[in-house]
């Protein structure tokens, strides 16, 4: 009888077991990836960015002042061999409300930001973000039919839109970011790193 007992306790429990594995592989837990809150943000920021386009002259002027950093967030490699000079470096694949607290404890500094996009003449370390129109031959065209291959529009995909939605989404919102296609032997901007050239 107790031997009854126990087959019957320990079938039981099996079976509440195997209900409550199969019901966590039935309900998967979302991903942290919401792309309508991200859409509603962007809309937000647009807006604020509009006044935020600073030329060169005004971005440098700003950099001088007090409770003002540049911000640069493109990668190690590319900050280490040329940015501009005293310019700050978090790569944005390591944008964290913890690490930009770290370097960024206040909310009101003035945050300056470029990306490649801002520079011409150095295609190895400021290669600019574009995507070109693909020209297809006719055997191509063939296969692919009206697909997006045959998207004949340029697209840039400057790191400064993200690093800006990302900051402010932080609550970074004093940030200004520069408007202009500047050359890297232009000589208003100072740049420093291992590539960089005495001038």
């Not at 940015?83 to 909310?107: K, M």
């Not at 973000?129 to 020209?135: A, F, N, Q, T, W």
């Not at 800006?164 to 901007?189: F, T």
Request: hydrophobic share 40%; charged share 25%; with cysteine.
């Amino acid at each position: 009888m107790k031997k009854t007992i126990y087959t019957l306790i320990i079938t039981v429990f099996s079976s509440l077991s195997l209900i409550s594995i199969n019901s966590v592989y039935a309900q998967p837990i979302p991903s942290k990836v919401d792309f309508d809150a991200f859409e509603k943000l962007v809309a937000e920021v647009k807006e604020h960015r509009k006044d935020r386009l600073l030329p060169l002259t005004d971005f440098v002027e700003a950099s001088k002042k007090e409770n003002v950093i540049i911000l640069d967030t493109r990668s190690d490699a590319m900050y280490n061999a040329k940015h501009i000079a005293g310019a700050i470096h978090l790569n944005f694949s390591d944008f964290t409300q913890e690490n930009l607290a770290r370097i960024i404890p206040s909310f009101d500094t003035k945050i300056l930001i470029y990306c490649n996009n801002n520079f011409s003449d150095d295609r190895m370390f400021f290669p600019t973000k574009m995507v070109e129109p693909i020209k297809l031959d006719k055997d191509i065209k063939k296969d692919v039919g009206n697909s997006d291959a045959q998207n004949n529009e340029e697209l840039t995909l400057a790191l400064n839109i993200p690093t800006y939605i990302n900051l402010y989404g932080y609550g970074y919102k004093n940030v200004y970011e520069l408007s202009e296609l500047i050359s890297v032997n232009d000589r208003r901007v100072k740049l420093e790193g291992t590539a960089v050239a005495v001038r």
